[in-house]
């Protein structure tokens, strides 16, 4: 063996000793301290003030009283006597008088009167419809029934949009939404009030959609549903951005409600050559009133490429904590970089390698 290779196995030896005795020193000192950490007195042994607890809807003014406890009692305690051995836990008795019991009964009416306050405040039905109830929707169908092919469709719908927004809405375990399906466009425009180029209407707030039968109903469907349950996850005082919120449906729309609309492609050809809005202008963008129709959709088509990009381009919750961050009131470049990292961390940036993985793919894996 050389010189150079003895000294570098020296060199390891005493790196591998010193690093030795600091771990030893270390855990050393950690386990001393252990035998010191006590409880000061049970936390559990002192009865605590009686309380109540209201259980509150969602809606105002629906109001779900507490039900007082089925309480067990029995002839003689059950607590084993004093300097008995510990009991192992397939041995450990019933307590009734230690843990109050419920009967299965009393379960099934908690979540009975649960259904029956959300029932309580669902609006009234039209004339000339019928309704039914599904695990997340309330349907209003014009006709004399429902179809099973509708309430069956729109719960495969929310399981594929919710692939990408369960984390944004919750709520939908225990909040339904109420879809209005009209078979003819005139009691669709009794109904809303709207014009006559009007092919679906949403009302955000109180969780309601309109359609009527048309080619088109099932993209607008999933559009206005992924509104209702992405918009939602911003406060009222910091509402979701609009290309945030409009990129986000058009994704949906297309992605899981397969209804492309017939102009997104040829936008995102223009995309795909250097056209298109500046990022920067991009999300200052908050209201399309007065464009035109054509700078209206690419508005659109970008949109809905940028997010999609941002959806694709990192795996694990980016997106959420990007979204999150916003909703925090963070500057864009500023949600993006703490969500994202490097080198995500100013919209020009973003715009360099979202137009490069629009052209490549190789970044999101997109073709």
């Not at 386990?31 to 009686?50: C, D, H, T, V």
């Not at 969602?58 to 009283?65: D, E, K, L, M, N």
């Not at 209407?201 to 359609?211: D, F, G, P, T, V």
């Not at 297309?254 to 936008?267: A, H, K, Q, V, Y």
Request: overall charge neutral; aromatic content about 12%.
């Amino acid at each position: 063996m050389d010189i150079l290779a003895r000294l570098r196995l020296l060199f390891w030896s005493l790196v591998l000793v010193i690093w030795g005795l600091f771990m030893y020193q270390y855990m050393n000192e950690d386990m001393s301290a252990l035998p010191q950490i006590r409880l000061a007195k049970n936390p559990f042994g002192k009865p605590a003030a009686p309380y109540k607890i209201a259980r509150h809807t969602s809606r105002p003014g629906v109001y779900v009283p507490p039900t007082a406890p089925a309480m067990n009692t029995v002839g003689r305690s059950t607590r084993p006597a004093a300097g008995t051995q510990s009991l192992v836990v397939g041995n450990l008795p019933s307590a009734p008088d230690l843990i109050p019991g419920h009967a299965q009964a009393e379960k099934i009416a908690i979540h009975r009167a649960v259904e029956e306050a959300e029932r309580a405040a669902y609006p009234p039905l039209p004339d000339g419809f019928a309704a039914a109830e599904t695990r997340h929707f309330v349907v209003y169908e014009e006709g004399t029934a429902v179809s099973e092919e509708l309430t069956a469709q729109l719960e495969n719908l929310h399981g594929n949009i919710m692939l990408d927004l369960v984390a944004f809405s919750p709520w939908t375990r225990e909040k339904k939404v109420f879809i209005y399906y009209c078979r003819e466009q005139a009691t669709y425009q009794r109904l809303t009030g709207r014009p006559a180029w009007s092919g679906g209407a949403a009302s955000l707030s109180e969780r309601k959609i309109y359609l009527y039968h048309s080619s088109e109903a099932f993209g607008i469907l999933a559009h206005e549903l992924t509104h209702i349950y992405f918009d939602s996850f911003f406060p009222a005082e910091r509402p979701s951005p609009l290309w945030l919120s409009e990129g986000v449906a058009t994704f949906v729309q297309s992605e899981r409600g397969l209804s492309t609309p017939l102009w997104l492609s040829e936008n995102l050809r223009v995309l795909s050559g250097g056209g298109g809005f500046k990022l920067e202008d991009l999300v200052r963008i908050d209201d399309m009133a007065d464009a035109d129709e054509d700078s209206v959709r690419l508005w659109y088509a970008q949109s809905y490429s940028v997010v999609r990009f941002l959806m694709r381009a990192k795996t694990g919750d980016a997106f959420y904590m990007f979204c999150r961050n916003l909703r925090d009131g963070q500057p864009v470049a500023q949600a993006m970089y703490r969500a994202y990292g490097m080198p995500y961390n100013k919209l020009s940036s973003l715009e360099y390698a979202w137009r490069y993985d629009l052209k490549t793919g190789k970044i999101s894996g997109i073709q």
